[in-house]
């Protein structure tokens, strides 16, 4: 029993609403630390420039997230690095002078968590940047650096043109660790834990994990949970799952499979409802007790913005969120989102968020707020049992129930269909439209919806 209850995940995970923040493009709340060629809020974004954003202008806008029905916050790394997104560590234990500094990081936290909100940062412990100042030792001191085996390097001394040392996806600035030496194990181990114990933050998204053996991240969840068995480990796991959540490793994993699902239902057509409803069954079959602990986004600083991939089209972005939100695992809205921001991939996906309201989709922003309270406000949408309750062509049907807690969901991102029949598998007979306010009457168990009309997304409850 002690070692079934070592392993539960964070009891938290499945009620949060996440937020992914950029921090330099989210909100500048203290122009004090503004690097010196800080460009204009707004411009183009490059690989390159710096806007501002800091810790404080994140602290300025919880009231904003909080309205918003987010609770829980992801951070995109804010350690010292080089760059503008960060992944290129040069000091693990010290945060970005250009962000704030551990006090300003503290009261963050503790503002999070005097709302019941909850926050994780982002763990890059693949790779340094190289600026990390054992690479700079071996750099300068070759195979007599102390520090040699930290590296996975072919000769010495070490160069960039050839490279001659093992890189993330082979960019010069970003060496891999040797995770075989125990010293570097030792070193990664301590500042997973450091940061719980300095601020009290919530977990870590880990990133690239599938670049390292399994058995570094299993004692990476041990020494992590000896701090906080609450906290939430998620790994930036693109593809397969199932070796990440045996319950010795991560929580949970970056849901791009189920983002796959959406798009190729939602977006290209690829699937059609009956398509969609096994595959989802197969996933969610193949996540079993950690399905709740999933990351579900829609788009991320990886990807081009979930706008721009429909073209604009808000009509299939409420689709795709309808299914985000009430699907099993911890919805994720990346900033921005909600007020239809778009852009293209890396960089244009990272532009700065507007606080001039003036370019926002107020639709797009009302229909997210709308759904996350919605999911707040069920916990069968959190917690409960997910029955399909009918598929057609385009249309497809489910419930989530927990106890006398029901919530039917349609969705049809195809054309308009006449005369069609739902099932509730439900002994209730008065459903309200959450969207409208609408009563929705079923009869002798059934929905009827004559038309039930094209790109629709209904979420019911029980009157």
């Given at each position: 029993m002690r070692n079934k209850q070592k392993w539960l995940a964070p009891s938290w995970v499945a009620d949060a609403v996440f937020y992914q923040i950029f921090p330099d493009r989210f909100c500048n709340g203290d122009v004090a630390n503004d690097p010196a060629s800080v460009a204009a809020w707004g411009d183009a974004p490059t690989r390159e420039n710096f806007f501002g954003g800091d810790l404080q202008g994140v602290i300025s806008k919880l009231d904003y997230l909080q309205d918003l029905g987010v609770n829980a916050i992801y951070l995109n790394p804010i350690f010292q690095a080089r760059t503008n997104h960060r992944y290129d560590t040069c000091d693990y234990f010290k945060v970005d002078p250009m962000l704030g500094d551990k006090a300003v990081l503290r009261e963050l936290v503790r503002q999070v968590h005097a709302r019941g909100m909850h926050i994780i940062f982002d763990g890059v412990f693949n790779h340094c940047g190289d600026g990390f100042k054992p690479f700079q030792d071996v750099m300068r001191h070759g195979a007599d650096s102390q520090f040699a085996d930290w590296f996975l390097a072919r000769s010495y001394?070490?160069?960039?043109?050839p490279l001659n040392y093992l890189s993330c996806g082979g960019c010069v600035y970003l060496p891999k660790f040797n995770h075989d030496n125990k010293q570097v194990q030792q070193f990664l181990l301590h500042v997973g834990r450091y940061w719980l114990e300095?601020?009290?933050?919530?977990?870590?998204?880990?990133?690239v994990p599938f670049k390292i053996?399994?058995?570094?991240?299993?004692?990476?969840?041990?020494?992590?949970?000896?701090?906080?068995?609450?906290a939430y480990l998620v790994g930036e796991v693109w593809r397969e799952a199932g070796p990440w959540i045996k319950?010795?490793?991560?929580?949970?994993?970056?849901?791009?499979?189920?983002?796959?699902?959406?798009f190729d239902y939602v977006n290209t057509t690829v699937l059609?409802?009956?398509?969609?409803?096994?595959?989802?069954?197969?996933?969610?079959?193949?996540?079993?007790?950690?399905?709740?602990?999933?990351?579900?986004?829609?788009?991320?600083?990886?990807?081009?913005?979930?706008?721009?991939?429909?073209?604009?089209d808000v009509e299939k972005l409420r689709i795709a969120m309808t299914l985000q939100m009430t699907l099993p695992g911890a919805p994720m809205i990346y900033y921005g989102d909600e007020v239809g921001m778009l852009g293209e991939t890396d960089p244009d996906c990272r532009r700065c968020m507007p606080w001039d309201e003036a370019p926002w989709n107020h639709e797009v922003q009302q229909f997210t707020r709308a759904l996350t309270h919605l999911r707040q406000d069920h916990p069968a949408l959190r917690c409960g049992m997910l029955t399909q309750l009918a598929f057609f062509n385009g249309v497809y049907a489910y419930k989530q129930q927990l106890e006398d807690d029901e919530?039917?969901?349609?969705?049809?991102?195809?054309?308009?269909?006449?005369?069609?029949?739902i099932p509730t598998g439900s002994q209730h007979e008065k459903w309200i439209d959450t969207a409208t306010g609408a009563p929705i009457s079923a009869k002798e168990g059934r929905l009827f919806f004559d038309p039930l009309p094209a790109g629709c997304a209904l979420v019911l409850t029980k009157a």
């Open positions: 001394p070490l160069t960039t043109e300095e601020t009290g933050m919530d977990g870590w998204r880990l990133d053996e399994p058995s570094f991240w299993r004692k990476f969840r041990k020494a992590v949970k000896a701090v906080n068995p609450q319950g010795d490793t991560f929580d949970g994993v970056t849901n791009y499979r189920l983002r796959d699902l959406i059609d409802a009956e398509d969609f409803g096994y595959e989802l069954r197969t996933l969610l079959a193949a996540h079993g007790k950690s399905a709740s602990q999933m990351l579900n986004l829609l788009d991320s600083h990886d990807t081009p913005r979930v706008l721009t991939t429909f073209n604009g919530v039917i969901v349609i969705v049809n991102p195809r054309e308009s269909i006449r005369g069609l029949e």
